[in-house]
């Protein structure tokens, strides 16, 4: 198989609670497949465009869970690695009654002992695999760690070398870096060499210290990125290119029960719109689509619209593109 859309990164599972509150008031927690990349790169296969994923899990039925669900998304698995004597990453994840916003405790590096999603590595890239892409999306969050972290730089380099974009989202947790110095160090490396980047208005502050979107993305792409995304939460989300065009649409309007994976969601349909060749008001329309119906139900993927689902969406929201 030859995807289009390969992601890299992290997989692992979340425990959502149950019920909206704070972690220690959680009565159950429920298993949903997660990780940010592996969250895109299943809504850009549900649209339709060929995905593949590279990536650890461990040698238990939690990593059984994640590859099984994988395949049944029709996301290529050839490149998920299974690392012998390797747990497989978890976060019990905590929604705000109000809102759906979301708290993580993470059971990985630092917190932990190191569990499989940050042992990918270098050994584990596939050059030619990569080469046959379209893009590659990467995640912030498995760059906190080695040898994670040497591995998904050396993915970048083949993409680079091959003509093959790179897209790069921050997902942003400071709570699993050793220190912000690194982070900032390596969230800077990896802009450097992206082609595409999108940040939440929380990570635009946090890299670029502006929470004005047009400043953010004026400074992003001062390190040679060709089309910068922001995600405005309820108030959409703002994309512009390296020749100045921008584009702002506002969100749609859904009752939220888990925000987990919205900006995922988002990315996905802005990396199909991309593959597609849509304009940009097309990418950021459809863009704010996914990431409003991924909130609709606790889990990541769970509410990740197919692309019939998404189409319903549209004509009922009055939104008059076609997919």
Excluded at 89 to 118: C, H, Q
Excluded at 127 to 151: D, E, M, T
Aim: hydrophobic letters at 40%.
């Amino acid at each position: 198989m030859n995807p289009e859309v390969i992601a890299i990164g992290e997989i692992l599972v979340d425990l959502v609670s149950t019920k909206p509150g704070p972690h220690m008031e959680a009565p159950a927690f429920e298993k949903c497949f997660g990780g940010a990349p592996m969250n895109t790169i299943v809504g850009v296969s549900r649209l339709g465009v060929s995905a593949g994923a590279i990536t650890a899990v461990g040698d238990d039925p939690f990593g059984q869970f994640l590859i099984g669900e994988l395949e049944r998304n029709k996301v290529d698995v050839s490149q998920v690695k299974v690392k012998k004597g390797r747990r497989t990453t978890i976060t019990f994840v905590a929604n705000e009654p109000m809102s759906g916003e979301r708290t993580f405790l993470f059971y990985r590096k630092p917190w932990t002992g190191e569990t499989a999603d940050s042992t990918l590595e270098s050994d584990d890239i596939d050059p030619s695999y990569i080469a046959k892409a379209n893009i590659l999306h990467v995640s912030g969050f498995a760059l906190s760690q080695n040898p994670c972290r040497q591995a998904i730089f050396k993915a970048i380099k083949c993409a680079r070398k091959t003509g093959v974009k790179v897209s790069f989202d921050p997902t942003l947790r400071v709570d699993v870096w050793d220190s912000i110095a690194t982070l900032r160090r390596t969230y800077s490396r990896a802009l450097r060499l992206s082609d595409i980047a999108t940040f939440s208005k929380e990570e635009a502050e946090f890299i670029f210290g502006t929470s004005e979107a047009e400043e953010a993305a004026r400074r992003a792409l001062k390190y040679g990125i060709g089309i910068v995304g922001i995600k405005l939460g309820d108030e959409g989300s703002f994309i512009m290119r390296e020749d100045g065009r921008t584009v702002k649409a506002p969100a749609f309007r859904v009752k939220a029960i888990d925000t987990t994976g919205a900006g995922d969601g988002w990315n996905a349909g802005l990396l199909v719109g991309l593959c597609k060749g849509w304009d940009l008001e097309k990418c950021v329309t459809v863009a704010n689509a996914l990431g409003a119906m991924v909130v609709t139900k606790r889990g990541a993927i769970t509410a990740m619209p197919y692309k019939e689902e998404l189409i319903t969406f549209l004509k009922r929201t009055d939104t008059k593109i076609e997919i």
